[in-house]
Nanobody, 116 residues
């Protein structure tokens, strides 16, 4: 079955960096785009970044543009989110998502806390 597993979250100070990973299994990973979303306490889940299946297209929310970089390694079935210059408002649970074979799949999420 399709599975997405996020990792790499943690506690970081403002201005710091983290790299999140999303390991995929159960489908032909290289055929489908993958997105990162986040949900802060009391807020709706929002799209952070998206990457096409062959890496030729990326999208970033305005709030993270220039600070976050999405990438993927199709040989490792993994998508990454490199986060730099982290701000307090980046605190959230981060999820990866794909739509494969007409169905939507989410990971369980990884907590990112930016705090001094």
């Amino acid at each position: 079955q399709v599975q997405l597993v996020e990792s790499g979250g943690g506690l970081v100070q403002p201005g710091g960096s983290l790299r999140l990973s999303c390991a995929a299994s159960g489908f032909t990973f290289s055929n489908f785009p993958v997105s990162w979303y986040r949900q802060a306490p009391g807020k709706e889940r929002e799209l952070v970044a998206r990457i096409s299946n062959n890496r030729d297209s990326t999208y970033y929310a305005d709030s993270v543009k220039g600070r976050f970089t999405i990438s993927r390694d199709n040989a490792k079935n993994t998508v990454y989110l490199q986060m730099s210059s982290l701000k307090l408002e980046d605190t959230a649970v981060y999820y990866c998502k794909t739509i494969a074979y007409g169905l939507q799949y989410w990971g369980q999420g990884t907590q990112v806390t930016v705090s001094s």
